[in-house]
């Protein structure tokens, strides 16, 4: 329908016109403004106060010993702990001890003493195999089978500690030189010793009744013990030697750990 028709009409067409105008105002006033860029970031506010402090929490549970493990020593407490020799590794040092007495002096005992830098723990110390080789011994390493090395080259399987005789010393040190006087015993710190044994063969050494085997306190080292030949063991009297007694000994040694 046309609003140019009459007057009437007119009024109608005037008013969809305005209605129109009126709706075009109210859409263009609703669209969105363009966002405009965003501003520069402000500076850090100031520090806010440190927060009350947490509860302590729960020790953790102890981790596994390292290989080795610690060598505690008999007064727990007395003494800091110290690292043990660990399963495979050899130490090894050497040792010397002299006898000079004359005929009508008093009987003599002379030790060469041995030290590990690095001590055995209580249970290996305690079973400890031991051998002395005398320089014949020394020369033929099929004989002493647990210690097949030389003075100059000492070797411990292990488990095993090995004293080596010098087996190529000098005049003055040779044990054809030797007088009245001779290698008797392999000590511990407690004076405990392991002996030659006669029927079990040659540098065999018998600790506490068992051929090489289970000695106490190889700890921290011992001692390679020499005696006049004619000795008498306390508490009988000190006896005087009949004759002269000469002897220069020396050697190395090595130990190896077993665990």
């Known amino acids: 329908m046309s609003c140019l028709s009459g007057i009437g009409r007119r009024f109608g067409c005037l008013g969809v016109t305005l209605a129109l105008v009126f709706f075009s105002s109210a859409s263009v006033s609703m669209a969105k403004s363009p966002t405009g860029p965003t501003g520069a970031t402000g500076p850090t506010g100031a520090t806010g106060p440190t927060g009350a402090e947490g509860k302590e929490g729960k020790t953790g549970a102890t981790g596994p010993a ?17 690292p043990c020799l660990t399963k495979g590794q050899q130490e090894m040092g050497s040792w010397s001890a002299t006898i000079t007495v004359p005929a009508g002096g008093p009987q003599t005992q002379a030790a ?68 009245e006087a001779g290698f008797f015993a392999v000590d511990n710190g407690a004076g405990e010793g392991c002996k030659p044994a006669v029927k079990e063969g040659t540098g065999v050494l018998r600790c506490r009744g068992v051929v090489a085997h289970f000695i106490e306190n190889f700890q921290l080292g011992g001692f390679v013990v020499f005696r006049t030949k004619t000795f008498n063991e306390p508490p009988l009297s000190r006896t005087t030697i009949p004759a002269a007694a000469e002897l220069t000994a020396m050697g190395t040694w090595a130990v190896r750990a077993i665990e």
């Open 112 to 179: 060469g003493a041995f030290s590990f830098a690095t001590p055995l723990d209580e249970k290996q110390s305690t079973n400890l195999k031991v051998r002395y080789m005398n320089e014949e011994e020394v020369l033929a390493p099929e004989s002493h089978p647990g210690c097949i090395g030389n003075a100059q080259e000492p070797y411990a399987e292990e488990g095993w500690l090995c004293i080596y005789q010098g087996a190529t010393a000098e005049f003055g040190s040779l044990m054809t030189e030797w007088k």
């Open 66 to 82: 390292g290989a080795g493990g610690v060598c505690t020593p008999e007064q727990a407490g007395t003494q800091p702990k110290t």
